[in-house]
């Protein structure tokens, strides 16, 4: 009878032991890695100097590592030539703020998912100083004009105006496109082609040609990054508007907020780099 009883308490015993393994490790699986805090890389583009990025969009990541209960750590590169080729090593970036054409290249070759953009679109202008006499572009061939290096979007929009290699500017590469404008205002290029936005922040440039406009920036995350944490960047970023803590971080980065988009609003655009070294 003993015997009885303690054989049907052991097994009590292993099975309420099976029922704690179970909840034990059906609750462990609840906590994926997908879910517990990670640090992520976030890169921009380098139209302006490491410095100036950092200054720029420190408040951007500094958001969204208390929106989404991550790490997103801002990384800048020092030149387009740098970015070009980290960019195309797979795992360098987990996300990206960036031009279409890049945007694009991306989604097409390396799996990325591009999540919000910047509203409107952008474009380039070609200028020069106040005190120079250009009001055509052609009246730059043969003269200097500074443009950040290929395949930035300001070197791949200089390409397509002066597509006669015997009719062209003599290039004067900078590293971002306060570089650029620099080298206007101090008499070391005749012009520059810098983002549109930026013309308005100098009133000693004068604009000689505005080029097409082409959707604006956008943040794309790498396939990589598991796909809860980039739905939390996605709703933070498109909800920033709403909250007073991202308004904050909007009027700080200068953006005036953040909408969803989608892999069609890009396609096409890695065309521009068409002929660029190592595309």
Not at 70 to 82: D, E, P, Q, Y
Not at 179 to 202: F, H
Not at 241 to 251: D, I, P, Y
Request: glycine residues 6%; hydrophobic residues 40%.
């Amino acid at each position: 009878m003993n015997n009885r009883y303690l054989s049907i308490g052991c097994q009590r015993s292993r099975k309420g032991l099976r029922l704690i393994c179970f909840l034990f490790f059906s609750l462990l699986s609840g906590f994926s890695s997908s879910s517990m805090a990670e640090e992520y890389s976030f890169v921009v583009q380098p139209i302006l100097s490491p410095q100036k990025t950092i200054e720029a969009f420190t408040p951007l990541t500094e958001y969204l590592s208390e929106a989404t209960g991550h790490k997103i750590r801002l990384v800048t590169a020092l030149n387009f030539l740098s970015y070009w080729e980290t960019m195309k090593k797979s795992g360098q970036y987990d996300f990206i703020l960036d031009a279409a054409h890049l945007t694009d290249y991306r989604q097409q070759r390396m799996g990325y998912q591009v999540l919000v953009k910047r509203p409107d679109v952008v474009s380039y202008t070609l200028v020069t100083s106040i005190n120079a006499d250009i009001i055509e572009p052609e009246e730059l061939i043969g003269k200097s004009v500074a443009t950040i290096g290929s395949p930035s979007l300001g070197m791949l929009r200089v390409d397509k105006m002066f597509p006669n290699p015997l009719r062209q500017p003599m290039i004067v590469e900078v590293n971002n496109s306060t570089e650029s404008i620099q080298k206007v205002l101090d008499g070391k290029a005749i012009g520059a082609m810098i983002p549109t936005p930026l013309v308005g922040l100098y009133p000693d440039l004068v604009t000689i040609v505005t080029t097409e406009q082409v959707p604006h920036t956008a943040i794309s995350a790498a396939p990589s990054v598991p796909d809860d944490v980039k739905q939390a960047v996605r709703n933070a970023l498109v909800s920033a508007s709403t909250t007073e803590r991202g308004k904050e971080m909007l009027t700080a980065i200068k953006f005036p907020g953040f909408e969803p988009t989608n892999k069609k609003t890009y396609k096409g655009f890695a065309g521009l780099l068409e002929g660029t070294w190592g595309y």
